[in-house]
């Protein structure tokens, strides 16, 4: 490649490990349909007068070949599968840990962080900024980052954020400033998502869609990282817009309005052909946008790690930004096995397809998802 990391700016700091966490159940679109079809059928039977009156209408069953169509999913990973299978419950059924126990999302989280401090070569003492960056956090207080910072041993500060599926870029972003202005050495970035959990799998436009997952990665200054392999982060662009198509008004502020706390806004809601439509010009733009700003073509790109949100999405984005059919390792994508994961998608993507590339090769990882957000990030290989 003539463009070499020598001759490009960059902020000198580098992914030195990732790691991943998959949860211990999975659930195959055959089990997921055959459960919905059975709540289709109870809900039918039980409202038959209300849908022969005209006065409701009858819930339609699900296919695999639907939801294949629609979305590339075959399979997810949850933390429960007995309750979202059972058509009585149709939801993950975790049982709530008293306050002196690990929390579930902290579990998550610091199984992938010790996965990816031991590619960075590192332990957890050399960490001192913890951030938690995903779509939904347990609890509002104390802190997701600062129970996982006790878990693991970390020093420094620690906090959460959360910018829905771009949240894993942003929080890069986040760390990688907090590295360059020297209020860091190393840190961890940690998206664990419990998507199964605000996922309304009653729906049948959207029950299929989210898995569980935790990724995490770390990031330090290139001239003290020791990692067998690692990524150089040349440069970041961070986009918002706001938009109601993609939305979950749960929250604290729902039991001052008991008439509708369990109303059906309370869960995962998209207006799904909007999002589509709006969404691919808009990131494809961004991407483009950052390369011109950084004198970087499209063909100059040996891989993009998008956000795993729907393969006909994924691929048009990709189409756009390299101006023609990506190949299946130009744009790797892990819906197949992962689902969309929310934050973690586009760093299962990166953790899984990165290996092949050569020092100096060039790569973007993006998410995007609701507000709309998105973040992009430029990457080059080190080692």
């Not at 900024?129 to 207080?141: E, F, G, M």
């Not at 130009?330 to 998608?345: D, R, V």
Request: net charge negative.
């Amino acid at each position: 490649m003539a463009d070499t990391a020598e001759s490009r700016k960059s902020t000198g700091i580098v992914i030195a490990g990732t790691g991943l966490f998959v949860p211990p159940f999975s659930i195959s679109n055959t089990e997921l349909v055959a459960a919905y079809n059975q709540y289709v059928a109870f809900y039918n039977q039980a409202h038959q007068a209300d849908i022969l009156a005209g006065s409701l209408v009858a819930l339609e069953e699900s296919s695999a070949p639907f939801i294949e169509k629609a979305s590339g999913i075959e399979h997810r990973y949850v933390m429960d599968k007995a309750g979202i299978l059972n058509p009585q419950v149709m939801h993950p059924l975790l049982v709530e840990r008293s306050d002196d126990v690990l929390s579930v999302q902290a579990e998550m989280a610091v199984k992938s962080a010790l996965d990816a401090l031991v590619q960075a070569g590192k332990t957890a003492s050399d960490v001192d900024l913890l951030i938690v960056a995903c779509l939904n956090l347990q609890r509002a207080y104390p802190a997701m980052s600062i129970e996982i910072q006790q878990a693991l041993g970390t020093g420094g500060y620690a906090f959460d954020m959360n910018v829905a599926c771009s949240s894993a870029t942003f929080g890069i972003k986040a760390a990688v400033d907090a590295l360059s202005n020297g209020s860091a050495k190393t840190a961890l970035v940690i998206n664990p998502e419990i998507c199964s959990a605000h996922l309304e799998w009653k729906d049948r436009d959207c029950h299929f869609i989210f898995g569980d997952v935790s990724t995490a990665l770390v990031l330090e200054k290139k001239e003290t990282c020791h990692a067998k392999e690692s990524f150089e982060i040349i440069s970041s662009r961070l986009k918002t817009s706001f938009s109601n198509n993609i939305r979950n008004n749960f929250g604290f502020l729902n039991r001052c309005s008991p008439e509708t706390r369990f109303a059906r806004d309370k869960t995962f809601k998209q207006n799904g052909r909007k999002v589509f439509k709006e969404v691919v010009p808009w990131v494809s733009e961004l991407i483009l946008a950052h390369l011109a700003s950084e004198g970087v073509s499209a063909d100059q790109l040996r891989r993009l790690w998008l956000h795993q949100a729907n393969i006909n999405m994924n691929d048009l984005i990709a189409k756009k930004v390299l101006g023609r059919e990506p190949s299946n390792l130009e744009a790797p994508n892990i819906l197949k096995e992962f689902a969309n994961t929310s934050s973690a998608g586009s760093m299962i993507a990166f953790h899984q397809y990165r290996h092949d590339l050569a020092g100096g090769d060039l790569g973007i990882i993006c998410s995007f998802g609701a507000g709309y957000s998105a973040g992009s990030l430029l990457v080059q290989k080190v080692c």
